[in-house]
């Protein structure tokens, strides 16, 4: 019993060895354009992923101010102080069109198509 089981063993063992150490074949992959050089891409063409924007907040409350992309990327945080303006420079992807301010409960979106947003809140 116990030569038998040590076949099975080494019947086993060798059986998963010499299944698992194949290879498997995949046709060559051949790239169409191997070159950069020739790739054509617009003398406009603007390779910029990020774009900077100043904004301009104030509001009659001290209170926490978020900056909040429109997939929930939280850009900025910052405590906003009473009637003061407060000025920041964010780097934003620019892929987004729209912010979200959140503040003292109040939720403002506002579009990003210029390089200043100036925002008061009133209550």
């Known amino acids: 019993m116990l030569k038998s ?13 010499t ?3 194949r290879k498997d074949r995949i046709a060559d992959i051949t790239p169409t354009n191997p ?4 790739i054509e891409v617009a003398d406009q063409f603007d390779w910029k992923t990020m774009k900077d924007i100043q904004v301009l907040l104030e509001g009659p409350v001290t209170s ?3 900056i909040i992309g429109q997939e929930g990327t ?3 945080k910052a405590y906003l ?3 003061q303006l407060y000025d920041v420079k964010l780097a934003i992807p620019v892929f987004e069109k729209k912010l979200t301010i959140l503040y003292y409960g109040k939720s403002v979106a506002i579009d990003v ?3 200043q947003l100036n925002y008061k809140f009133t209550f």
């Open 64 to 66: 926490l101010v978020e």
């Open 113 to 115: 198509d210029k390089t």
């Open 74 to 76: 939280v850009y900025h």
């Open 35 to 38: 070159e950069m050089k020739s």
């Open 81 to 83: 102080i009473q009637n």
């Open 5 to 17: 089981t040590i076949k099975l063993i080494l019947l086993v063992l060798v059986i998963s060895l």
């Open 19 to 21: 299944s698992s150490c």
